[in-house]
């Protein structure tokens, strides 16, 4: 390059578009800008974080009555739920127990499939499909529950009972096979994210040792992203535990414990769509509403449980793959 060029590619500092020395204005409006965005974003933030505990304060305080008022063991351990009858018994087992009953239903159908397909997104076909194939996954997340749970009941409901004689086709099978559609797209991103992130080293010290794509997969890249899959999983169990239409439409919304416990095809009710149900139905400052309420302070503590825990997990996945 001679030294015109020279000249003509290096400007002045003086004629930068950005000076290196700062007017006191200049100065001024960069603080108050830098300041005025962390205060918006400290305010989004906050007004999120406020409105999160303002729901769970309201919905404690309306509960405080029935807890009060009645024998919280006998809540959360009799099976016996007749809120209507002469003398009410408000027993939240085996609404509780339908919850995590069709919850863990659907996570044996689901995690099993998303693994299978996050690896398949992540490791097996071009990156290019892969762009396309993981949008289209994560679009299931935007379908209504209600049109899901109308399908459970006028496709998949009597499909079960033609097929497999069930007296009903509104029963914890029907509900977990739609709640393992829904957590589909959820355990399907955050494992393939966790997959992925793990980089090209991994696989390649595995193939330098003589192992093939499947035992790299499953001896290496799998256990190696075994954080990252448990908060997938977890993700997934909230999305199903805390779903209504689906449960409510597809359960049978029947108090029990299946006996056996492993017997599906048995009609159960879960915590939400008791909820949904019943809440619209029972007069204002009564047992049954704050039972109610009460059951809607149990779901939180649920969620945030299994949200803490999700968290963990992916923190142990992003400082398993570098990340900060």
Request: glycine share 6%; hydrophobic share 55%.
């Amino acid at each position: 390059m001679n030294d015109a060029n020279l000249t003509l590619t290096l400007a002045p500092a003086a004629e930068a578009p950005r000076p290196l020395a700062l007017t006191p204005a200049q100065d001024l409006r960069g603080y108050l800008g830098a300041h005025l965005g962390r205060a918006l974003l400290f305010f989004i933030t906050f007004t999120s974080v406020l409105a999160v505990l303002l729901i769970l304060v309201f919905v404690v305080v309306r509960s405080v009555g029935f807890l009060s008022q009645s024998s919280l063991t006998e809540f959360i351990a009799s099976q016996s739920w007749r809120p209507t009858a002469e003398e009410p018994v408000f027993g939240a087992l085996a609404i509780i127990a339908g919850s995590l009953y069709v919850s863990f239903a659907a996570l044996v159908f689901a995690v099993p499939l998303g693994i299978l397909a996050a690896v398949f997104l992540s490791d097996i076909i071009s990156w290019k499909v892969r762009n396309v194939v993981k949008p289209l996954v994560e679009i299931l997340a935007a379908i209504p529950s209600v049109a899901y749970g109308f399908f459970a009941v006028v496709v998949l409901a009597p499909w079960m009972q033609n097929q497999f004689g069930f007296s009903t086709g509104t029963n914890a099978l029907n509900a977990a096979l739609i709640l393992a559609i829904m957590a589909l797209p959820t355990i399907i991103s955050v494992s393939e994210d966790s997959i992925s992130a793990l980089g090209r080293e991994l696989r390649e010290a595995s193939y330098s040792c003589g192992a093939t794509r499947l035992e790299t997969i499953v001896r290496a890249v799998i256990p190696a992203a075994h954080s990252g899959i448990i908060a997938a999983a977890v993700l997934g169990m909230m999305r199903a535990i805390g779903e209504t239409m689906v449960v409510w439409m597809a359960s049978g919304n029947a108090p029990q414990i299946p006996h056996p416990w492993w017997d599906l095809a048995q009609s159960v009710r879960t915590l939400t769509a008791t909820i949904a149900g019943e809440m619209g139905e029972t007069p204002e400052a009564s047992l049954h509403r704050g039972a109610l309420f009460a059951m809607g302070v149990l779901l939180l503590l649920m969620t945030f449980g299994m949200n803490v825990i999700s968290e963990y997990f992916l923190t142990r996945a992003k400082k398993a793959s570098g990340r900060t």
